[in-house]
């Protein structure tokens, strides 16, 4: 069909944010997402991940650590990575494992009973750090 639908919304009509209509918040953030490249969605979310568990392991001032927090946020980074790695190039990459790769040595530190060799936040996927 090359002609406009009858049901084609026009300026006459009463859409708006507060209705879910065409210029919804969600639409405009769906329309302004699919333009990101996908590498810019990962490296972001991996950011998020590393400063909350940089946190987390009491990197920050005047916060004390959480280290079950921070090993959640570790162990979710490092799936991450590991997955996204082939997909995204080894130019982010490698900064991200980097990142990756001081977070576990802190969380290390501030740690009273170390893990096992290969049982620290994330080396099911990066192999044992020391």
Partial sequence: MTGESSNAPNAGDSHNADEGGLDSPDLQA???IAEVPA???ITAAAVHLMSAAAVKCGLAEDVEADLDEARKLITALAAL???AAPEIGNQHAR?????L???QLAFKEASVVPDPPGQGPGERWTGAVS
Avoid: C, S
């Fill in 39 to 41: 590498v810019e969605v």
């Fill in 95 to 99: 900064p991200l494992r980097d990142g």
């Fill in 30 to 32: 769906a329309r302004d």
């Fill in 101 to 103: 790769r001081t977070l």
């Fill in 81 to 83: 990575v590991t997955a």
